[in-house]
């Protein structure tokens, strides 16, 4: 009897943490955004300091990074004057052809005031909330590529599912040989292309970028390049391991696609 | 009143050191524990009542910080506080290497519980993240524990906890 007596305390701890994992009430998780909403200035503070060092730091880099972008700016605009031209004409043939044009998106930027404070998700957490005209679902890029959804909004802060999560799947399609499989990502933070055909034709080096099946990723965002190529398991297709566009480790501005 | 003021302050002050690490120092993806570390070293200045609140407070901030399951922190670091109270009576406050090797098994115990969670909901292979992330997690949080146990013993003298 008295040690059972014992045991209470620890029996009820458990059967609260079970029935707290379980039941999930709303009521304990309504407060997990007024904890992050209440949070994200202080993180915000605490993040300047180490922002301000990083570009010190990094000038030097910077500026030989802006040399060659100056250059490369130089060339670009060349080449948009061209594409320019080209739009226009498409534009006029698609008018012609009756075709519907989506490409309405706005872009939000956001800062990234902090990550997943667990090992094997992979998410964000950024300082544009549902004040800001955020919400769920929203596609998250940078001027490289893919880089997640939206999965849960605040008043002033969201977080980001990255591609890379195991949670992850987007619908992509090989770029130079059209071949069209699911990105998933793995808990060590790699990406892989999935469900290709067996015969599919995909080689290192190729591009892979979201087929716009599923409607959540617009299509045409890179997602990635190809590093390897595989049998699934089964043997009845093809997958690919991927590496991103965009160095998802070192994420410190994101752009949100707003409808 | 002291007490629950430090109790309260060293688990925001980690919960934003956690959050700050990631964000800027997170080399091959691991982050240290640094809520477990702090759970494990108030639970030596309180008892079982104490620290169950102490853990639920740090598993549902760590939660709150995460887009995974909602409560997977909460019970890792509920279980944790009971296992903490059945074996800190075997050890010296003020003995390190034995705190650290504490700190080392509940880390290992909380990813294996969480581990357990994540898997009951995606599929993702137990071994390959028991490997990769579980253990690395554990020796990176064993690593860095004896500086955040400095730090905040520090404190803890310095408010006479």
Wanted: glycine residues 6%; positive net charge.
């Amino acid at each position: 009897m008295l040690r059972y007596k014992r045991l209470l305390p620890y029996l009820s701890v458990i059967s609260l943490a079970i029935v707290l994992l379980l039941a999930r009430f709303p009521v304990v998780s309504s407060l997990k955004k007024p904890t992050v909403d209440g949070s994200k200035i202080f993180l915000k503070i605490l993040n300047y300091p180490f922002q301000e060092l990083k570009k010190i730091l990094f000038y030097h880099s910077a500026y030989n990074q802006n040399l060659a972008l100056r250059e490369e700016s130089a060339q670009l605009k060349n080449k948009l004057v061209e594409l320019e031209e080209l739009r226009q004409e498409n534009d006029r043939l698609k008018k012609l052809f009756n075709f519907k044009h989506d490409s309405n998106f706005t872009l939000i930027v956001s800062q990234v005031i902090g990550r997943d404070s667990v090992n094997w998700l992979a998410s964000l957490i950024i300082d544009k909330g549902k004040e800001n005209g955020v919400q769920n679902g929203m596609c998250v890029i940078t001027d490289a590529g893919l880089v997640g959804k939206i999965v849960e909004v605040g008043s002033f802060y969201s977080k980001v599912m990255l591609i890379n999560d195991p949670n992850s799947s987007v619908s992509s399609l090989i770029q130079r040989s059209r071949e069209q499989g699911i990105t998933s990502g793995t808990v060590t933070g790699e990406l892989r292309l999935h469900f290709l055909p067996v015969n599919s034709d995909v080689k290192v080096g190729d591009l892979a970028i979201t087929s716009g099946l599923g409607g959540v990723y617009p299509k045409g965002l890179v997602v990635g390049k190809v590093t390897e190529v595989g049998e699934e398991a089964d043997g009845l297709s093809k997958s690919c391991l991927l590496v991103p566009a965009v160095k998802l480790s070192r994420l410190e501005e994101v752009l949100i696609m707003v409808r | 009143m002291r007490r629950p003021v430090f109790f309260l302050a060293s688990i925001f002050g980690v919960l934003f050191l956690q959050i700050i690490f990631s964000n800027h120092f997170n080399p091959l993806r691991i982050q240290p524990n640094f809520l477990l570390v702090a759970v494990i070293f108030l639970s030596f200045y309180a008892d079982f009542k104490i620290n169950v609140a102490i853990a639920f407070l740090a598993g549902f901030l760590k939660d709150s910080f995460t887009a995974g399951i909602f409560g997977a922190n909460i019970f890792s670091f509920l279980i944790c506080a009971i296992i903490l109270d059945q074996y800190k009576r075997y050890i010296y406050r003020e003995d390190l290497y034995l705190k650290v090797i504490l700190v080392f098994v509940i880390t290992l115990v909380n990813g294996l519980l969480n581990l357990v969670i994540v898997i009951s909901s995606i599929s993702i292979p137990f071994w390959g993240s028991f490997l990769f992330i579980v253990l690395p997690e554990s020796f990176y949080t064993t690593l860095v524990a004896p500086a955040l146990f400095w730090i905040m013993r520090k404190c803890a003298l310095k408010y006479s906890i």
